[in-house]
């Protein structure tokens, strides 16, 4: 079963509009952070924001939030006043548990292309 | 501050042959993975490594070793290159759990 779940392979949207980028994710360990990352055409891997499985708040980051619904299980991208540079591929990803070796086993999900039309 | 490096930048193999993907980082960091990404999909974990001599399979193990002789290098080994494994490889570190992951710029592979 796919742990990390993006149904979205494709949007466009216009440019100044906000953008939510889903990401679904399936744990049964208690302690867990998600990531999202950015991969511009270039290719580099770009860090956005992190998510703790035991954080209270949902984290902000500039123009980037993540809407956290633990419940749910889903930890959606926002992007408020999208730009033409936020054009690129985007990564939801996930580490479980706290063991010595959940640092470096970070799982990703399939991504989404997000276009932003001018 | 170089972060993390990878050489080659592009390389091209015949099936059969065996090479090494380089990796370093700076940082001092203890937690470093290698991921392969094929065309529109996203990143799987190859193997990864906790710290010096310490390593460990990720979910697309097969055909390719590693080992951490030290914190700084990361080295990937494909022993028997194989078609399947034209992709681009990430090698990646970071401080911790709740810390980013920092990536290298990508060694793209084409295997004929």
């Known amino acids: 079963a796919q742990k990390i779940t993006q149904t979205q392979p494709g949007m466009f949207v216009q440019e100044k509009e906000a953008v939510t980028l889903d990401c679904t994710y399936d744990t049964s360990d208690p302690s867990y952070g998600l990531f999202w990352y950015k991969q511009p055409s270039s290719g580099e891997m770009i860090f956005l924001i992190y998510?703790?499985?035991?954080?209270?708040q949902n984290a902000t980051e500039g123009r980037y939030s993540l809407n956290f619904q633990k419940a749910r299980k889903s930890a959606n991208l926002v992007i408020s006043a999208s730009q033409l540079g936020d054009s690129a591929m985007y990564f939801c990803?996930?580490?479980?548990?706290?063991?010595?070796?959940?640092?470096?086993?970070?799982?990703f999900g399939s991504g989404t292309r997000l276009s932003i039309r001018p | 501050n170089a972060g993390v490096t990878q050489t080659p930048k592009f390389q091209v193999l015949k099936t059969g042959q065996s090479m090494t993907l380089q990796c370093a980082q700076d940082m001092n960091h203890e937690y470093m993975s290698w991921y392969r990404q094929d065309p529109g999909m996203g990143l799987r974990l190859i193997h990864y490594?906790?710290?010096?001599?310490?390593?460990d399979q990720g979910e697309v193990p097969n055909g390719y070793n590693v080992s951490r002789s030290t914190t700084e290098d990361f080295p990937l080994r494909l022993l028997s290159a194989a078609p399947s494994q034209t992709s681009v490889y990430f090698c990646a570190s970071t401080r911790g759990r709740k810390e980013t992951q920092y990536f290298g710029p990508g060694t793209r592979l084409l295997v004929l």
């Open positions: 490594s906790v710290g010096a001599g310490i390593t």
């Open positions: 998510q703790g499985s035991y954080d209270q």
């Open positions: 990803a996930m580490r479980e548990g706290e063991g010595y070796s959940s640092a470096s086993k970070i799982i």
